[in-house]
């Protein structure tokens, strides 16, 4: 039986079209700006989001940490929320590489943060403070369930930030979830946002990848940043022509990964032992915790679980987070479900 595996939508291989497309592409170094493959997912990829260039980088972190490396300088500080990617995984590098000074804000569950919170943080002009310079965002947010940040909330953002003279960052890893979910356009979710990284290596499906987005300003001068990161990368057109690939097939059925996820979750509901995050958000991530009746812990739940060919990642001593994507279809969510029954029985 073939592996199920809900850990993240990061372990989605490329689709046959992909594959086709990485074969034939056309290519050139990127690093002379020369690779046709490259430059055509970056076009295709700032007009979708609604800005005027984009750069593609290896990988979210490197983007995430380009842009905010653009944007700011040593001892300058960033606000951002305490669940964010940015802060929890992402190695520190905004920090370790760049002098920056993340200042966080207790994210909400929805993903948000409060826009009182936020407007406290902003520092006065002191000698003895850092100097805020950016606010960053996270769409869809994973740590809080996968929730959408609607384009009302993004906008209040922006107009506080850009009214204290502030730019704002959003990591869109999976922005065109949230637009999915919002039934909304993905670049009226990136207006009120400065820059934007989204991910094509997640529930896009494409091997590798990430692109940069926001003005010719800003992308031309985080091009410097990427190289002295090391991410200026020669044919990458190989790896592009599957990003292409993703936005044109993939981004149009994400829903159905919505629509999976939320039936895990109603399964996963029906069964003694778990209880399933109340407030559910509809995109592709399901966060559920073990009830009192069960007497092991995650780490051992995973480990059962993977016998029955079912791979679900532990977020915490006793909660789990599966994740839905393109390889994931309606018998392997029954699958799951009939997994988790069989070994939480065992354990209870
Ligand atoms: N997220 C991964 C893990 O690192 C947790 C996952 O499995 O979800 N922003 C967000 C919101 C992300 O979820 C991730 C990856 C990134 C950035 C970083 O992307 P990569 O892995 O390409 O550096």
Redesign the pocket.
Known sequence: MAIIDL????VTQPTPAMREAMAHAQLGDDVYGEDPTVNQLQEIAAAMLGKEAGLFVP????G?LAAILTHCGRGDEVIMGNQA??FR??AGGVAALGGVHPHTLPNQVDGTLLLDAIESAIRPDDEHHPITRLIAL?NTH?RCGGSPLSVEYTRKVGELAHAHGLVLHL?G??IFNAAAALNVDVAELAAPVDSVTF?L??GLCAPVG?VLCGTHDFIRRAHRIRKQLGGGTRQAGVLAAAGIIALQDIVPRLKEDHYRAAKLAQGLAELPGVVVDATQPPTNMVYLGLSDTIAVGAAEIVAQLKEHQVLVGATGKRRFRL?THYWIDDPAVETTVAAFAEVLKACS
């Open positions: 850990r993240s939508d990061t990988s979210g972190t490197m995430n990617h940015t995984y992402e996270e994973n990591d890893a999976r991910c290596s997640k990430s994740v």
